[in-house]
């Protein structure tokens, strides 16, 4: 080996070199791999920040599923907002609502909506901070209108502290007056007063609690809860001072009257008090005394002289009574004190005026007695008997006006002693000064409440006490969406088990747009003309009398549609009405914008009594009507939906009046459309033992499931995967004959099935309902023999090629009332357990759906869920037998990787 | 080039004769199994495969870097790095051929719950697309996190602590930015969903090909294999 003279000679110093290049070395390489490993860190992160401004999301294999829909990204793109916010505040840990289950689909929607536009930003809160600091923020965006709610709010609380004051004081005072028996006590009404300013009192503080909680308690504040509590609060205190201080001016009027002893009243009584006096006497002098026992020998003079005596009383009394009626009714506020009453009997009080008419009566009646037994030729002890019996009526006239004259004199005494407190209570009235301040601060109130502007705040307060909510906010709106909309139930059709497990499907794209939608009101897509036949007046209760000033409502009345209204203004309609029985043109269209028209079934003619003829002017929708619509229709370009529905017979005394549909004809013949509104679709459920029969479920009765929409048709089809249910649903086919231009097509059917039907159109639903009615029933029916089988369609569309015109008729209409689409279907689980699912919206999705058809705005219909298809069900044994798969195919990877080894090792 | 593929073969038969890579195997197709049954063939689910990759995600944190761990660390401990290193090969021919070879072993290991796939064809109607699409997915996170897992084993001459170095930055990029993502302002939550990976793992499994994602898994994979690179030459001159 060659020695290195160098390194050699060189020893240490030889070393040192070496050592110093090797650290050199080392450097150089050490700084050159960071250099290095900088720049390639830096390369990625650039790469990567370039990849994030400009990318490609291309949708390869899930056809829609995940994905936004043409809608949603339109409404997007035409969204005027600059910014919109999406928060999910899905906490909720109930098996039902897991957030665990729910929460990833959103995750993914919101994925999407942050990856398709800049100006979207989204959120996920899981904790109660950041969701009061939504709240909060929520709050503040309804700042300025929210701003005069909370001055309204504050006006009011702080009227009320001081009116609550006032009325403690006043209930008080008054209390006092009553304990001490003062004059002003001696009138029921003030006593009324006086409990009634407590009980308004109690009200008041209790109203005062219930306003500052629903303003200012946690959460968003609920205005319009407060609001309507301080209208009915204040409406009622209101009116109870108002009452109260118009009693108090009649009393002051008629205290001020009565004190003058001069007064008319007063003198007049007194002077007719006098004239009484001797009447009274001659009455009794005529028949003489009750303790005399000797009767005359003829006792007809005596008879005949009393009977005189008794119609001069008597008319004397009717002309008292009068004039004492004339003068209460127009003071009457004197007969609310306690001297104007008499005690017949402990238990009797009768008004101190009724003595003179009970006397007048009395007197009439022995008259008429004493007429009849001298006229009769009584024989004379029968007279002298008569004698004996009038000398004790005489005694009781005596003493009956005698309390007259007594109380009288009481009464009219009275008013001469009204006590100061009492005078000062009645100046105050005279003055104005009594209730006045106080009634003027609660009309402050209610002015400044009537001048509120709407808030519409009230659905999005009061979906937060909800679980699992989606907010979607932009800079001054808010819109919330609650789990039932992003995750309606289900009903895929085709999947075995009942109809108990609750399924739910990802709805979240509609949800969306929809939120959007509602959010940015540009110009609307159409108008919605909704056509009622609505005659503002029936027909009399009895003959001769004015007509009822009640509208007469058909089967889907107008005042029932807010749901629906509120619904299509969320979704850019405007909405008009058009009543059919006012002689009025429809709404002309306003510039490009175009009249949908709703076709409401018209109200029917009133139940007919066939022993009364119908009054003259009584209106029904008739031919006149029907023309209207048809000039419509026949417009080029006209749009209209007729919805429809099985029409019951009206059961009435008389006997069952068959059902009408108005639209009828003019369907059948210019459409070639017939809707048999006297048949109800039923959805039985088959009977195991008997193919004849079936059960009725209450539950399908009123909520009839049944979603087997027209694939090939944008209005139906987003709903084939959601839970449909009808209420009233009756056929709508085609007609035997179709007139030339018009094409029909089906939008939603009930579809024959290869075996038996559980579904079919009933023509006799009396002889349905006396089924399940009778004694014998087992809880099935049988069809009636005219009953219709499937299949038949219950929705359709026409179009006319000639005008262009276009209509749906829609048979199962009924469910779009306000009631329907919010009241939540009970459902009836295993072992009888109740349990309620939400209300059945999609009836209102369905409306609007033929909507934006009619309006030509199909890409707004919302696409619908995309699912994938369920897993079906796996029997229990298969179960067990793949979870054994799954652990021995691990063991059997382990078993291999054994083999291996023993044979290598071999 | 052609040196790789030796050095692949090598390293596939290393870890097909490894116990190790049975082992980890077995408790993968346990879990997956498991999570197959209770999240995916339950009846009235919809049939899809997204819970179970979702699964494997997690699993793979800890089961990717008890493959990689031995990859060079075990030539560290036994002494043949120095073979290794004199050999005519660079060390990014070592790298690429021994993450290849792990590479393999790993796509073998997902072709393994093919039968589950199966099973659930037979119980409903998926859209195949979604879950082939699904496994591309799975292929892409499966080479980030060999990648990764091969960085580890280069820093260390022991197994286990490469095997915990690699759970460590998996960790960090699988579970906490995804849980943290959530809490930060916006700004900070764009810069940690642009490195989340379930984040970007997700649009696979929804069958969605999103350029970001795709340039995130190679160029992070890139990366990992490039700082084990210079991981193993920097052992040359140290």
Known sequence: MAVDKHAHTQGQGGDKAALATARGRRFFFGANVIVVTLIALALVVAVNWISQAQYKRIDVASSGLFGLSDRTKRILDESAAPKITFTSLYTSTAPDKARDKYLPRIRDLFGELEDYSDKIEVRHLIDDDAKRELIDRIKAKYGGKSGEYREAVDLALGTWADTAEWLTATAQSYGQLMQNRQWISGFATFAKIQAELTRDLDDLQQAHREVEEAAGGQGLPRYEEAKRKIETTNSAIKGHLEEAQKWFVALEKAAAMMADPQAEFAAASLGKLEELRPLVTELQVTIGDPADESVPDDATPVLQSFARQAKILSAWLTAERSRVDEFVGANDVVSGHFMWAVKVNPLVQIELPDVLSMTQQNLDEWDQQIRQALGSGQPKDVLQSVVRRLRQVGSDVANNLGVWDKQLQAFLATWQKIDPPSKELLEQAKAGELFTAQIAGLTEIETKLAALPELKMEDTVSKFDQDNLVVVETEDQVQVIDFDTMWPQSDPMGMPGDEDIERRVFNGDAAVSAAILALGHKEPFATVVLTVYEPSSGPPQMPGQPPQQQPRYGPIPSRALTKIRERLEQSNFAVKEWNLANDEPPPAAEGDRPNLYVMLPPAGPPQQNPFQRPPPDEKNFGDAEVEKVRAVLKAENARAIFVAGFQWPQVSFFGAQPAVYGYEGLLRDDWGIDVRFSQRVIRGVPDKRDAERYGVSISRWGHMRLNSFNEDNPIGAPLRARRCLFLDVCPVVQAETVPEGVTIDPVLSVPATGGRSEFWAEPDVIHVIRQIRSPKSDGTVVKSPEAVDPPFTVMLTAKNTETKSEILVHGAGMGIVDRYLDERVMRLGAEEQISFDPPPTENGELLLNALYWLADKPTFIAAGPVTAPPVQPIETGTQHALQAFTIAWAILVLAAGGVVMYVRRR | ?238
């Open chain 2, 1 to 238: 080039m052609r040196n790789i593929l030796p050095l692949t073969q090598r390293e596939l038969a290393a870890s097909f004769y490894s116990p190790i890579a049975y082992v980890v195997g077995c408790v993968f197709l346990l879990f997956t199994g498991y999570f197959f049954i209770t999240g995916v063939l339950v009846p009235g689910n919809e049939a899809s495969m997204r819970p179970l990759f979702a699964a494997m995600t997690g699993t793979l944190v800890f089961a990717i870097p008890l493959l990689t761990m031995r990859a060079v660390a075990e030539e560290f401990g036994s002494g043949t790095i120095e073979t290794l290193m004199t050999a005519p090969v660079t060390d990014t021919s070592v790298i690429l051929g021994k993450f290849f070879g792990v590479f393999v072993f790993y796509a073998a290991l997902l072709l393994t719950t093919v039968p589950h796939l199966i099973v659930l064809l037979s119980y409903s109607d998926p859209q195949l697309g979604v879950i082939l699409f699904g496994y591309v997915g799975m292929l892409l996170i499966g080479a980030l996190y060999i990648s990764v897992g091969l960085f580890a084993s280069c820093c260390t001459r022991h197994q286990l602590l490469a095997a915990i170095i690699a759970m460590g930055i998996l960790s960090a990029f699988t579970f906490l930015v995804d849980y943290f993502a959530d809490f930060v302002g916006p700004r900070l939550h764009g810069v940690l969903m642009a490195v989340n990976v379930p984040a970007h793992f997700d649009d696979f499994t929804k069958g969605i090909l999103d350029t970001k994602s795709l340039v995130f898994f190679i160029s992070t994979t890139v990366l990992f294999l490039f700082l084990a690179t210079k991981v193993l030459e920097s052992k040359r001159w140290r």
